[in-house]
């Protein structure tokens, strides 16, 4: 095929740069990415039917596995909802605990994420630094539940676990040295050749597309788009504890780097704030095996942004019905956007700059019923599916 015709280029699902199966197939001109259908499906799980043939307490395990990463994300959004449908408030202890919790696991989520983007890029030495200097929040996360990925700290009614006064400077030494590594870091990516050459203008995605396309969390914050579920709609005890959210203009992987490290810093602050300020008193309240019949959406700013959790309760210990919408799933369309007009070498590092987790968003796939066959769908039909949705929220 001569130079300058358009070829199609399978990404995936097995790929030296994807971590988990998905599909993408490129349409180039050249090496230029013209356009990008995505083939979502390769590891649905069936994780909702599970939480609707487990009991409410037995689902807060389940809820923690649907991420490694983001678990503690998960069951604060699980027992949210189920606490929204029982009217069960929450003591302020164990609020503030989760606030610890969640922004330790934001900062474990964004180390983890900038080693990788590291190596994605070819540069493992700066990877090797990242990883090493995670160890110290991992330790920490340990320290304060147990486990260092799933923690196990959210129950229905508040938490499981006490953060005890005499570890606190424990966790404070750890965040002093973890603020020390991000300044520093923050420093090299801004100055380091291998860094810039491979992220600046790499990627775009300008605010107008971001917010049309309902891109979250720092994929958005990268695009100047000031959107945060712990601003816009507050939850465990963010109403309470003073933070700053981090943006940038630049639009492009690069400023996806520096929002995530911004972040990083915030989040150090924030659990220095709710450690001096932690109210005493219980950590949890008694609540029913059996949950009266309703309807609840809850919402929480997970570390690659906002996660949706919907419960319908029919007045048994098990849900009716249970759906999660992962932040992945949602920065699909945007990905495919900043995809366009790329370079095939740039597809690893922009797909990996929404830190893509495919097993926690994977639910489905589309099939045309006329030949009932399974369907990629381009970048417009998505864009067509994610306004009908706007329409109806």
């Not at 740069?17 to 349409?27: D, N, T």
Request: aromatic content about 8%.
């Amino acid at each position: 095929m001569s130079y300058g015709s358009m070829i199609k280029v399978p990404f995936g699902p097995q790929h030296p740069a994807l971590k988990e199966p998905e599909h993408f197939l490129f349409e180039i001109d050249g090496d230029i990415i013209v356009n990008v259908k995505p083939r979502i499906g390769y590891n649905h799980r069936g994780i909702e039917k599970a939480f609707e043939r487990r009991t409410y307490i037995q689902n807060i395990y389940l809820a923690e596995r649907i991420c490694g990463i983001c678990s503690d994300a998960h069951t604060t959004c699980y027992t949210q909802a189920i606490e929204e449908l029982l009217d069960v408030e929450v003591p302020p202890r164990a609020r503030y605990i989760r606030v610890i919790v969640a922004e330790l696991e934001r900062i474990h989520s964004h180390s983890l994420w900038l080693g990788i983007a590291a190596h994605e890029i070819g540069f493992d030495t700066l990877f090797m630094h990242l990883w090493r200097d995670r160890e110290a929040v991992m330790d920490v996360l340990e320290l304060v539940s147990g486990n260092r990925v799933h923690y196990a700290m959210n129950t229905i009614g508040g938490v499981r676990r006490e953060i005890a006064s005499e570890i606190i400077p424990k966790i404070i030494g750890s965040l002093d040295f973890l603020e020390k590594r991000t300044k520093y870091y923050m420093k090299v990516l801004r100055s380091e050749q291998t860094v810039l050459k491979r992220t600046v203008d790499i990627g775009v995605l300008k605010p107008e597309d971001a917010v049309e396309l309902c891109a979250v969390g720092p994929t958005l914050r990268a695009s100047g788009v000031k959107n945060d579920v712990r601003r816009d709609d507050p939850y465990a005890a963010y109403d309470e504890i003073p933070f700053n959210i981090v943006t940038d203009d630049g639009c492009d992987v690069f400023s996806r780097i520096l929002v995530r490290c911004g972040e990083i810093l915030e989040s150090i602050n924030m659990i220095r704030y709710a450690l001096d300020h932690m109210p005493s008193g219980m950590l949890r309240v008694r609540v029913p095996m059996a949950v009266k019949p309703g309807e609840a959406v809850s919402r929480v700013e997970a570390p690659r942004g906002e996660l949706i959790h919907y419960v319908k309760s029919n007045g048994s210990t098990r849900p009716e019905r249970y759906k999660v919408r992962s932040p992945t799933l949602a920065n699909i369309p945007a990905l495919c956007k900043m995809l366009i007009g790329q370079h095939v070498a740039d597809i690893p590092i922009i797909l990996a700059g929404i830190d893509p987790c495919f097993a926690c968003m994977d639910r489905l796939v589309f099939v045309d019923v006329k030949t009932n066959k399974k369907k990629a769908l381009d970048f417009e039909s998505f864009r067509k599916i994610v306004r009908k949705q706007r329409e109806l929220l």
